[in-house]
C-alpha cells in the first residue's frame, strides 16, 4: 500500500501494475459497475428498511421490543450503503471506510440480544424468569450467568469502534500494512481481536438461545435469529477470507480487474448482492402485525395503546439513543470483573429436608431474593411452616 516504515520489517508493495485495464462492456468499467450495482441495491435496502421502521414506529406499542427490531433491521442497509461507498473509493479510502461494517453489525447483534432478553423475561424480572424457568429449561442458566453473556455481546460494541479507530490510525501512520501477516504491523492484530471479539458476541448469542428457545419461540426467534445471523455470518466469513488473501498478498489484477476490485470491490459486490437476496425476508421475520392494537396472539388481543408519538417520532428517538446497550454492557462488566456474588447457586435444589409450605401445601424452594422474602413473609405471619 505504499506504506513507508523505519521498522526492518518492508510491507510488500501489491501487484497493482498488471495489464492495461479494460472495460468488461462498451465503455463500462467493473469499478463503475460495481458502484451502480451496488448504489442501486443500497436505495432498494433503504427504502425497505424506511416502511419497516414507519410501519413499527406508527404502531409503537411495545417500545421495549420495537425499538430494538429497528435497530436490527437497519443494519443491512447501513452495510449495503458502506458497500457502496467501498465500491465507489480506490486504495486506502476503502480501507478507512470498511471497519463501520463492524460498528453497525455489534450495535445490532446487542440489540438482538436484548430483544431475546425482552422476549424471555418482558417485566425485566431475569431473576424469577430463571427460576421458575428450572422446570421446562433445566439448562436455562442463572442471572449471574446471564449478565456474564451480556458482557459477552455488548463488548463488540465498544471493541468495534476501537478496532475501527486503531485501523483509521495505523493507515495514517503507515503501520498497517493490509499485504502482510508480520507481527510487525497492525493489520494482522487488528485481524485478530475482531475474529476474537466478534467470536465471543456470536457464541454468548448463541448460548442465550439454545437456552431458552422454549420461551422465545412464540415470538418467532428463530426465524429472526435465522434471518439476522446469515448476514452476520457472511460478512464475517467473507471478511476473514479476503483478509486471508490480501495478507498472502495473492490477489493479482487482470485485463477487466484492478487491484482495488479484487480487495474491495468484489468482497463489497458480494455482499451487495446477499443483502439483496435475504434483507426483504426481514418484512416477514420482524412483522409489525402483532403490535397492533386488537391483534390476537396466543395470550389474547393485543390492548396496549401507541406511544410513538405523531408520524412515530418517539420511536425513531427511542431506536437512536443506545444507551440502554451501554447501560447493558455496564452491566455485565460489573457481573465479569467486578466480584459480584455468583446467583448461580440459589437455583440448584435445596437439601431434601428443606422445603416450604404454604396454607394450600404448595411446595416452595426458596431460589430468588424475591421467593425468599416472600417466604419470610409469609412465615412471619404464619401462613407458612419450614421444615
Known amino acids: ?11 510488500p508493495e501489491p501487484d497493482t501494475q498488471g495489464p492495461t485495464l479494460q472495460p468488461i462492456t462498451g465503455t463500462l468499467t467493473f469499478h463503475r459497475l460495481s458502484a451502480y450495482v451496488s448504489g442501486a441495491i443500497a436505495i432498494f435496502a433503504a427504502l425497505v428498511a424506511i416502511f419497516i421502521t414507519i410501519m413499527h414506529a406508527s404502531h409503537f406499542s411495545d417500545p421495549k421490543r420495537q425499538k430494538q427490531i429497528i435497530r436490527v433491521v437497519w443494519m443491512p442497509p447501513s452495510f449495503a450503503v458502506i458497500c457502496f461507498l467501498m465500491c465507489c473509493f480506490n486504495g486506502n479510502a476503502a480501507l478507512y471506510i ?44 442463572s442471572e449471574a450467568w446471564y449478565q456474564k453473556l451480556t458482557f459477552g455481546v455488548t463488548q463488540w ?11 483509521a490510525a495505523s493507515l495514517a501512520a503507515g503501520t498497517y500494512c493490509v499485504t502482510s501477516r508480520n507481527i510487525h504491523f497492525a493489520h494482522i492484530w487488528i485481524t485478530i481481536v475482531r475474529v476474537i471479539s466478534v ?12 437456552r431458552t428457545a422454549k420461551a422465545s419461540k412464540p415470538h418467532g426467534a428463530l426465524k429472526q435469529f435465522i434471518s439476522f445471523k446469515i448476514l452476520v455470518f457472511l460478512n464475517f466469513l467473507q471478511t476473514f477470507i479476503f483478509n486471508l488473501l490480501r495478507g498472502g498478498n495473492d490477489l493479482h489484477p487482470s485485463a477487466h480487474l484492478s487491484y482495488n476490485d479484487l480487495t474491495n470491490g468484489i468482497p ?7 443483502i439483496a437476496l435475504i ?13 397492533k392494537k386488537g391483534y390476537v396472539s396466543a395470550t389474547g388481543p393485543n390492548t396496549k395503546s401507541y406511544h410513538g408519538g405523531f408520524l412515530g417520532h418517539r420511536a425513531y428517538f427511542a431506536a437512536i439513543n443506545i444507551i440502554d446497550i451501554f447501560a447493558a454492557l455496564g452491566n455485565g462488566l460489573q457481573a465479569k470483573f467486578g466480584g459480584r456474588e455468583d446467583v448461580g447457586e440459589q437455583y440448584a435444589p435445596p437439601p431434601s429436608n428443606y422445603y ?32
Open 1 to 11: 500500500m505504499g506504506q513507508k516504515l523505519s521498522s526492518p520489517a518492508a510491507c
Open 279 to 291: 434483507y426483504p425476508i426481514f418484512i416477514f421475520t420482524f412483522p409489525w402485525a402483532p403490535y
Open 157 to 167: 460494541v465498544v471493541i468495534s469502534v476501537l478496532l475501527w479507530i486503531a485501523t
Open 98 to 141: 470498511a471497519p463501520g461494517l463492524d460498528v453497525f453489525e455489534g450495535i445490532a447483534m446487542a440489540s438482538f440480544f436484548v430483544l431475546l432478553t425482552d422476549y424471555v423475561a418482558p417485566d425485566g424480572d431475569l431473576d424469577g424468569f430463571f427460576s421458575s424457568a428450572k422446570g421446562d429449561m433445566p439448562q436455562a442458566g
Open 356 to 387: 416450604v409450605l404454604n396454607e394450600n401445601q404448595d411446595t416452595y424452594y426458596p431460589g430468588s431474593s424475591q421467593e425468599r422474602i416472600y417466604m419470610n413473609q409469609r412465615m412471619e405471619q404464619g401462613g407458612a411452616q419450614r421444615y
Open 199 to 210: 467470536g465471543l458476541a456470536v457464541i454468548s448469542i448463541l448460548q442465550f438461545y439454545r
Open 268 to 274: 463489497a459486490l458480494i455482499l451487495s448482492f446477499e
